[in-house]
Protein backbone atom coordinates (compact mmCIF):
# COMPACT_ATOMS: atom_id res chain seq x y z
CA UNK A 1 0.00 0.00 0.00
CA UNK A 2 1.36 3.36 -1.01
CA UNK A 3 1.59 6.41 0.82
CA UNK A 4 -1.29 8.66 0.06
CA UNK A 5 0.44 12.22 1.24
CA UNK A 6 3.21 11.26 -0.49
CA UNK A 7 3.64 13.27 -3.90
CA UNK A 8 3.87 11.33 -7.26
CA UNK A 9 7.31 10.02 -7.66
CA UNK A 10 9.00 12.58 -10.42
CA UNK A 11 12.23 11.32 -11.58
CA UNK A 12 15.42 13.98 -10.09
CA UNK A 13 18.51 13.80 -12.76
CA UNK A 14 21.76 12.94 -11.81
CA UNK A 15 23.60 15.81 -10.18
CA UNK A 16 26.70 15.70 -12.51
CA UNK A 17 24.31 16.24 -15.72
CA UNK A 18 21.60 18.23 -15.49
CA UNK A 19 21.82 22.02 -14.91
CA UNK A 20 20.97 23.71 -12.08
CA UNK A 21 17.47 24.82 -13.04
CA UNK A 22 16.42 21.74 -13.98
CA UNK A 23 17.71 20.22 -10.94
CA UNK A 24 15.82 22.64 -8.82
CA UNK A 25 12.80 22.35 -10.88
CA UNK A 26 12.79 18.13 -10.48
CA UNK A 27 12.65 19.26 -6.51
CA UNK A 28 10.35 20.74 -6.43
CA UNK A 29 7.97 18.50 -8.63
CA UNK A 30 9.49 15.91 -6.47
CA UNK A 31 8.30 17.53 -3.51
CA UNK A 32 4.91 18.61 -5.00
CA UNK A 33 5.00 22.29 -4.34
CA UNK A 34 7.36 25.20 -5.29
CA UNK A 35 10.26 26.74 -2.86
CA UNK A 36 9.34 30.14 -1.17
CA UNK A 37 11.40 32.47 -1.69
CA UNK A 38 9.37 34.53 1.82
CA UNK A 39 12.17 35.23 4.64
CA UNK A 40 12.54 31.83 7.08
CA UNK A 41 13.11 33.99 10.03
CA UNK A 42 9.84 36.31 11.21
CA UNK A 43 10.46 39.54 11.21
CA UNK A 44 12.23 40.98 14.62
CA UNK A 45 10.02 42.88 17.21
CA UNK A 46 10.60 46.41 17.51
CA UNK A 47 13.06 46.70 21.22
CA UNK A 48 12.34 48.76 24.13
CA UNK A 49 16.44 48.98 25.90
CA UNK A 50 16.59 50.21 28.89
CA UNK A 51 20.21 51.71 29.23
CA UNK A 52 20.85 52.71 33.44
CA UNK A 53 24.27 53.06 35.70
CA UNK A 54 25.24 55.12 38.69
CA UNK A 55 25.52 59.05 37.97
CA UNK A 56 29.46 59.93 35.42
CA UNK A 57 29.42 56.19 34.19
CA UNK A 58 28.89 57.46 30.41
CA UNK A 59 25.09 56.69 29.86
CA UNK A 60 25.17 59.95 27.92
CA UNK A 61 28.78 59.16 25.84
CA UNK A 62 27.57 55.33 25.05
CA UNK A 63 24.23 56.55 23.70
CA UNK A 64 25.56 59.27 21.88
CA UNK A 65 28.32 56.90 20.35
CA UNK A 66 25.08 54.12 19.49
CA UNK A 67 23.12 57.08 17.66
CA UNK A 68 26.52 57.67 15.74
CA UNK A 69 26.49 53.82 14.68
CA UNK A 70 23.14 52.76 14.60
CA UNK A 71 19.74 53.61 12.67
CA UNK A 72 16.49 52.55 13.56
CA UNK A 73 16.72 53.75 17.16
CA UNK A 74 14.41 56.22 19.00
CA UNK A 75 16.44 57.55 21.62
CA UNK A 76 13.74 58.32 24.01
CA UNK A 77 13.85 62.18 25.24
CA UNK A 78 13.46 62.50 28.50
CA UNK A 79 10.87 65.49 30.27
CA UNK A 80 12.50 67.29 33.28
CA UNK A 81 11.86 69.75 35.60
CA UNK A 82 15.48 69.91 36.01
CA UNK A 83 17.41 73.65 34.64
CA UNK A 84 19.12 73.47 31.24
CA UNK A 85 23.21 72.79 31.86
CA UNK A 86 25.43 74.77 29.27
CA UNK A 87 24.95 73.14 25.86
CA UNK A 88 21.96 70.85 26.37
CA UNK A 89 19.28 71.57 23.88
CA UNK A 90 16.00 71.67 24.29
CA UNK A 91 14.36 68.54 22.39
CA UNK A 92 17.40 66.88 21.58
CA UNK A 93 18.87 66.81 25.48
CA UNK A 94 15.87 66.78 27.61
CA UNK A 95 12.19 68.56 27.23
CA UNK A 96 12.45 71.23 29.94
CA UNK A 97 9.41 72.10 31.63
CA UNK A 98 8.18 73.57 34.98
CA UNK A 99 7.55 71.72 37.92
CA UNK A 100 3.97 72.68 37.41
CA UNK A 101 3.64 71.42 33.94
CA UNK A 102 5.86 68.41 35.01
CA UNK A 103 2.92 67.77 37.58
CA UNK A 104 0.21 68.36 35.34
CA UNK A 105 1.66 65.44 32.68
CA UNK A 106 1.67 63.09 35.62
CA UNK A 107 -2.02 63.80 35.87
CA UNK A 108 -2.82 63.07 32.77
CA UNK A 109 -1.29 59.85 33.02
CA UNK A 110 1.33 60.72 29.52
CA UNK A 111 4.29 59.50 31.54
CA UNK A 112 5.57 55.71 31.40
CA UNK A 113 7.65 56.31 34.46
CA UNK A 114 8.95 59.49 36.23
CA UNK A 115 11.11 60.16 39.81
CA UNK A 116 11.97 62.76 41.40
CA UNK A 117 16.22 62.70 41.33
CA UNK A 118 18.16 64.68 43.25
CA UNK A 119 15.33 67.59 43.96
CA UNK A 120 14.34 67.69 39.82
CA UNK A 121 11.64 65.59 38.36
CA UNK A 122 12.52 63.21 35.47
CA UNK A 123 9.80 61.22 32.99
CA UNK A 124 9.47 59.17 30.10
CA UNK A 125 6.67 60.51 27.80
CA UNK A 126 4.64 57.73 26.69
CA UNK A 127 3.36 58.82 23.61
CA UNK A 128 7.18 59.04 21.93
CA UNK A 129 7.52 55.37 22.79
CA UNK A 130 4.28 54.48 21.34
CA UNK A 131 4.59 56.75 17.81
CA UNK A 132 8.18 55.30 16.88
CA UNK A 133 7.38 51.37 17.81
CA UNK A 134 4.72 51.21 15.61
CA UNK A 135 6.94 52.70 13.05
CA UNK A 136 9.34 49.62 13.81
CA UNK A 137 12.04 51.65 15.26
CA UNK A 138 14.19 50.36 18.33
CA UNK A 139 13.24 52.45 21.62
CA UNK A 140 16.48 53.49 23.94
CA UNK A 141 15.51 54.37 27.20
CA UNK A 142 18.10 56.09 29.40
CA UNK A 143 16.98 56.60 32.93
CA UNK A 144 18.72 55.92 36.39
CA UNK A 145 18.97 52.69 38.50
CA UNK A 146 16.20 54.00 40.81
CA UNK A 147 14.26 54.35 37.18
CA UNK A 148 15.04 51.00 35.98
CA UNK A 149 13.91 49.18 38.88
CA UNK A 150 10.41 51.13 38.57
CA UNK A 151 10.65 50.32 34.34
CA UNK A 152 11.38 46.56 35.47
CA UNK A 153 7.95 46.45 37.45
CA UNK A 154 6.10 48.05 34.75
CA UNK A 155 7.42 46.16 31.49
CA UNK A 156 9.09 43.10 33.00
CA UNK A 157 10.54 41.06 30.67
CA UNK A 158 9.18 42.43 27.37
CA UNK A 159 12.17 45.47 27.77
CA UNK A 160 15.86 44.44 27.57
CA UNK A 161 17.83 46.30 30.85
CA UNK A 162 21.90 47.25 30.38
CA UNK A 163 23.77 48.36 33.36
CA UNK A 164 26.77 50.28 32.85
CA UNK A 165 29.45 49.92 34.94
CA UNK A 166 33.24 51.64 35.06
CA UNK A 167 35.79 49.24 35.24
CA UNK A 168 36.09 50.24 38.94
CA UNK A 169 34.48 52.74 41.81
CA UNK A 170 37.61 54.34 41.73
CA UNK A 171 37.56 55.37 37.94
CA UNK A 172 33.57 56.26 38.00
CA UNK A 173 34.43 59.17 41.01
CA UNK A 174 37.79 60.42 38.39
CA UNK A 175 35.03 60.74 35.56
CA UNK A 176 32.17 62.14 37.79
CA UNK A 177 35.23 64.79 38.72
CA UNK A 178 36.35 65.19 35.49
CA UNK A 179 33.38 65.98 33.89
CA UNK A 180 32.99 69.60 36.05
CA UNK A 181 29.38 69.65 36.32
CA UNK A 182 29.08 69.07 40.24
CA UNK A 183 28.84 70.99 43.13
CA UNK A 184 31.16 69.62 46.29
CA UNK A 185 27.90 68.46 47.54
CA UNK A 186 26.06 66.91 44.52
CA UNK A 187 29.55 65.03 44.03
CA UNK A 188 29.69 63.45 47.76
CA UNK A 189 25.41 62.40 47.04
CA UNK A 190 26.68 61.21 43.40
CA UNK A 191 29.08 58.94 44.97
CA UNK A 192 27.77 57.97 47.69
CA UNK A 193 24.57 56.79 45.40
CA UNK A 194 26.80 55.43 42.88
CA UNK A 195 28.29 53.22 45.64
CA UNK A 196 25.04 51.25 46.75
CA UNK A 197 23.66 51.43 42.81
CA UNK A 198 25.87 48.62 42.09
CA UNK A 199 24.43 45.85 44.48
CA UNK A 200 21.14 46.70 41.92
CA UNK A 201 22.76 44.84 39.15
CA UNK A 202 21.32 41.80 39.45
CA UNK A 203 17.96 43.53 38.18
CA UNK A 204 19.48 43.68 35.03
CA UNK A 205 19.50 41.71 31.84
CA UNK A 206 23.17 42.67 31.01
CA UNK A 207 26.22 44.38 32.14
CA UNK A 208 28.49 46.49 29.95
CA UNK A 209 31.96 47.93 31.65
CA UNK A 210 32.62 51.81 30.09
CA UNK A 211 36.09 51.50 30.76
CA UNK A 212 38.22 54.94 30.74
CA UNK A 213 38.94 55.20 26.80
CA UNK A 214 37.32 52.09 25.95
CA UNK A 215 34.20 54.06 25.04
CA UNK A 216 33.50 52.38 21.64
CA UNK A 217 33.97 48.52 23.24
CA UNK A 218 31.18 49.67 25.24
CA UNK A 219 29.20 51.28 22.13
CA UNK A 220 29.84 48.22 20.22
CA UNK A 221 28.96 45.53 23.29
CA UNK A 222 25.25 47.22 23.24
CA UNK A 223 24.71 46.95 19.34
CA UNK A 224 25.79 43.09 20.12
CA UNK A 225 23.47 42.60 23.06
CA UNK A 226 20.88 44.55 20.15
CA UNK A 227 21.69 42.08 17.61
CA UNK A 228 21.30 39.34 19.87
CA UNK A 229 18.13 40.13 21.06
CA UNK A 230 16.82 40.52 17.38
CA UNK A 231 18.08 36.85 16.82
CA UNK A 232 16.15 35.38 19.80
CA UNK A 233 13.49 32.98 18.82
CA UNK A 234 11.58 34.29 21.69
CA UNK A 235 10.93 37.68 21.08
CA UNK A 236 10.24 40.07 23.61
CA UNK A 237 6.84 41.78 22.86
CA UNK A 238 6.53 45.17 24.60
CA UNK A 239 3.08 46.89 25.15
CA UNK A 240 3.15 50.72 25.82
N1 LIG B 1 34.79 55.36 28.41
C1 LIG B 1 35.02 56.61 28.81
N2 LIG B 1 36.30 57.04 28.98
C2 LIG B 1 36.56 58.29 29.38
N3 LIG B 1 35.63 59.23 29.67
C3 LIG B 1 34.35 58.87 29.54
C4 LIG B 1 33.97 57.56 29.11
N4 LIG B 1 32.63 57.48 29.07
C5 LIG B 1 32.18 58.70 29.47
N5 LIG B 1 33.19 59.53 29.75
C6 LIG B 1 33.13 60.92 30.26
O1 LIG B 1 32.66 60.81 31.61
C7 LIG B 1 31.79 61.89 31.95
C8 LIG B 1 30.44 61.35 32.41
O2 LIG B 1 29.77 60.75 31.31
P1 LIG B 1 28.22 60.99 31.02
O3 LIG B 1 27.85 62.42 31.21
O4 LIG B 1 27.93 60.33 29.72
O5 LIG B 1 27.61 60.13 32.24
P2 LIG B 1 26.09 59.83 32.63
O6 LIG B 1 26.07 58.41 33.08
O7 LIG B 1 25.23 60.20 31.49
O8 LIG B 1 25.92 60.80 33.88
P3 LIG B 1 24.56 61.41 34.58
O9 LIG B 1 23.71 60.24 34.95
O10 LIG B 1 25.09 62.13 35.78
O11 LIG B 1 23.96 62.34 33.57
C9 LIG B 1 31.69 62.74 30.69
O12 LIG B 1 32.58 63.81 30.81
C10 LIG B 1 32.08 61.78 29.58
O13 LIG B 1 32.62 62.45 28.45
Redesign the pocket.
Given at each position: MGDSRRPPTVPIPDVEIADKSELYRALEASLGSSFSSNPLAPNPNPLIIVIS????????????GLREVREGIHFVVTATSRAKRPGEVEGKDYFFVSKEEFLSMVERDELLEYALVYGDYKGIPKQQIREFMAKGHDIVL?V?IQGAATLRRILGNSAVFIF?VAESESALVK??I??K?ETKETLLV?VATAREEVKHLRNFDYVVV??????ES?VKLVESIIDAEKAKVWQRTAVI
Open positions: GPSGVGKDAVIKRDLRLGRTRNAEGKLA
